[in-house]
């Protein structure tokens, strides 16, 4: 269940924009990994900093950037290949099958 699209809020109906935000959602999602390792360094220096503890702390955020890249993998890959997914229209020109 999805409750809020993104394909939806970037579109304005034309072929134009369906695949400026097509490759908008291409970028974003790329950068997700980027997005779990920063908020999970934020948030566990936050932590060490109010317990005045170190050891501890980085174990848990460690563990915290494992899980999170375990979890989102499959939807990050299924996504990027999916943009190499083409089918040929005419001699020498394909279109992306995704938008």
Not at 61 to 85: C, E, G, K, Q, R
Request: with cysteine.
């Amino acid at each position: 269940m999805q409750l809020f699209s993104v394909d939806c809020f970037l579109d304005n109906g034309s072929n134009a924009a369906q695949r400026d935000a097509y490759y908008q959602k291409l970028v974003f999602i790329s950068t997700i990994p980027l997005g779990i390792l920063g908020i999970s360094l934020l948030f566990w220096s936050l932590i060490a900093i109010i317990r005045r503890t170190k050891g501890h702390v980085k174990y848990q955020m460690v563990n915290s950037i494992v899980v999170l890249f375990f979890i989102s993998h499959p939807s990050i890959i299924t996504f990027m290949f999916d943009s190499f997914n083409c089918r040929s229209i005419l001699p020498e020109e394909y279109w992306l099958n995704s938008y």
